[in-house]
């Protein structure tokens, strides 16, 4: 598409920070270690590797000799301090189950309401689809709309051969190969993926943002005089599938959010009693173990497990939230809009829409 087309006046053009949101999702240049570590990694993965860092800082401050081991106070201070703000947790697991259980308690109106909502839905991703039933797992149903949508946009190649205009043929054939492409990428990714795992929502969570539907109804409105029934008709189609899937995408990322929820307050209590509980004994004990173990470097290895042992309910809670605010972060833009950008003018050409995904 031409920059005069799309240059001033009521067509403007999209600003250059488009592809600088930090809203629409991860963008290619993003580093996989960072992604690995909000995202994709094992949550217990990460957290035994920040306990790793935990015990190897206390390690090395102490047999530099700035933690003095020898003197039992200072140690049992130490951890007391540590162990006295891990009793705050219970109210955090108590508000976190609470948040839970608001979504899913409800009066029989209400719930009847929300199963004839998601009935509802499906029923209509069915008729988009041609699809009798569609599928029950969340992966499943999500790659049932990407598939469509590839479909549909597959049947749009033809329509640029027979426009006059070579720079809409250049969008439309742009727009096509950004959907095509992105919807192979989510359906590869989403071939085996289990829900509960992260790898369903993971899936999804970088692709098809507000970008895309914008740059359909951009084509669908300004180039009908170009496009046949059958064009106009797949244009409104793919507007369809591409709304649907992105209230697909939040409705299985509130799943996916409550799961993770649910898990976090159980390891919370799992991890929480036992650091209780050895915390207190080691600040009873730690005054013999000083008098029994004189060698120093010895006691900095105790003191450095006791601290990163009543550390794990931090540690814990901290990498859980590294995945929940990146994922509620990184879906920001639900729906039509894409946050954080700046416009020259009163109207978006779709050339800017599609380039961030070459």
């Known amino acids: 598409m031409s920059a005069d087309e799309y240059g001033s006046g009521a067509n403007g053009r999209i600003d250059e920070q488009v ?151 250049t969008a439309v054939n742009d727009f096509v190969e950004a959907v095509t492409t992105e919807g192979e990428l989510v359906t590869e990714s989403l071939e085996g993926a289990d829900f509960g795992t992260f790898d369903a929502l993971s899936s999804i969570l970088g692709h098809f943002n507000g970008t895309h539907l914008y740059a359909a109804r951009w084509i669908r409105t300004h180039y009908t005089d170009e496009l046949s029934e059958d064009a106009l008709e797949t244009f409104d189609q793919l507007v369809e599938l591409l709304g649907y899937l992105a209230i697909a995408r939040q409705t299985f990322k509130t799943l996916y959010m409550q799961h993770e929820l649910a898990n976090l307050s159980k390891v919370l209590l799992i991890v929480g009693f036992p650091t209780l509980l050895g915390g207190g004994i080691f600040m009873m004990t730690y005054p013999s173990i000083v008098q029994t173990i004189g060698a120093p470097a010895l006691l900095v290895l105790i003191v450095s497990v006791a601290v990163t042992f009543v550390f794990l309910p931090f540690i814990v809670l901290l990498v859980y939230t590294f995945r929940i605010a990146s994922i509620a972060a990184r879906t920001a833009d639900f729906g039509p809009f894409v946050p954080r950008v700046d416009f020259e003018g009163e109207k978006v050409g779709p050339q800017e829409t599609t380039k961030e995904y070459d």
């Open 19 to 169: 592809s600088e949101s930090d809203l629409v999702h991860e963008r290619p240049r993003e580093s996989l270690m960072k992604r690995w570590v909000l995202l994709d990694g094992n949550r217990y993965t990460i957290a035994g590797l920040f306990s790793i860092i935990v015990f190897g800082t206390c390690t090395i401050i102490g047999l530099a000799g700035y933690i003095p081991v020898t003197e039992s106070n200072t140690a049992t201070t130490l951890v007391a301090a540590i162990v006295g703000g891990t009793l705050p947790f219970i109210t955090i697991v108590l508000a976190i189950n609470q948040l839970v259980l608001s979504q899913e308690l409800g009066w029989p109106g209400d719930l009847a309401e929300r199963f004839e909502g998601m009935t509802t839905f499906r029923r209509e991703i069915e008729t988009l689809t041609e699809t009798p039933v569609s599928p029950a797992a969340p992966a499943d149903f999500l790659r049932l709309i990407v598939d469509t949508v590839i479909d549909r946009s597959e049947k749009l190649r033809s329509v640029s051969d027979r426009m006059t205009d070579p720079n809409r043929a």
